[in-house]
């Protein structure tokens, strides 16, 4: 069993990707427990108050460290001693100027035996010092900035957990954009005729190795057109 832990101020932000298709069929499996904590439950102030202006001037708001560091520890309390997890563990702050995730990543996230603690930030973000008291890993999911960390959150989980052993049959995973190199050759369905459009003719030929062929020199235009960026990696 894999463990996520997700600090928010929004837990009713997790509601349809926990209940939901892939996701929810991995918590139903055992495969992944994803466990929610809010990080309001431990405010020290009269008013459950858990952002404060930056020292020094600015706008906006951040997440002080107080109420942040008793959750991580709350988190830390629950996979240790409630549910006895024995995977290692790596706390993560959803943020923008963390690295850039890929699927190279998120296939390493997925492989090593650890449990993830997941902070989300909000407003101007959280107190540096939460960040280096926990040797916390910032990764961003792409070069802009979301108002929230929830939905980054999700993006991470869902990118690492459909690669966990047992998740998704691995040769559904085996040709997909971004694991080859390459970025994937077009899909077709039922039916075969559609709006006057046909399916190409090959694919429906039986010959397997004249499809691959095809699908090969496909995934190259593909990705000549959007990301000709990556055919210089391979
Ligand atoms: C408005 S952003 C804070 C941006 C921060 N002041 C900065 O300029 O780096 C609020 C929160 O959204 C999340 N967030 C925003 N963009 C993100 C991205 N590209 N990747 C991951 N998390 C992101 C982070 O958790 C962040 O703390």
């Given at each position: 069993m894999r463990n996520f832990i997700v600090l928010t101020l929004f837990k009713e932000a997790f509601?349809?990707?926990?209940?939901?298709?892939?996701?929810k069929r991995a918590i139903d499996q055992n495969i992944v427990n994803i466990h929610l904590i809010d990080i309001r439950d431990y405010s020290l102030n009269k008013h459950k108050k858990v952002d404060f202006p930056p020292v020094g001037g600015?706008?906006?708001?951040?997440i002080s460290p107080e109420p942040l560091g008793l959750a991580i520890d709350k988190a830390y309390?629950?996979?240790k001693n409630d549910i006895k997890s024995t995977n290692d563990?790596?706390?993560?702050?959803?943020s923008p100027r963390g690295f850039l995730l890929n699927q190279k990543m998120s296939y390493e996230f997925a492989n090593t035996k650890n449990d993830y603690i997941i902070?989300?930030?909000h407003y101007e973000g959280i107190d540096e010092r939460i960040i280096e008291k926990y040797n916390v890993l910032e990764i961003s999911i792409g070069d802009y900035v979301l108002t929230q960390g929830e939905l980054a959150s999700q993006v991470f989980m869902d990118s690492v957990i459909r690669l966990i052993d047992g998740?998704?049959?691995k040769e559904s995973l085996e040709f997909e954009s971004h694991t080859n190199g390459l970025l994937e050759y077009p899909q077709y369905t039922k039916p075969i005729l559609y709006d006057n459009m046909k399916v190409p003719e090959i694919l429906l030929s039986g010959n397997h190795q004249k499809i691959a062929d095809y699908r090969k020199m496909e995934s190259i235009r593909i990705t000549k057109k959007y990301r000709p960026d990556l055919l210089n990696k391979i």
């Open positions: 509601s349809g990707f926990i209940d939901t298709s892939i996701i600015g706008s906006g708001m951040v309390d629950y996979l563990i790596k706390i993560i702050y959803m902070i989300c930030g998740t998704i049959k």
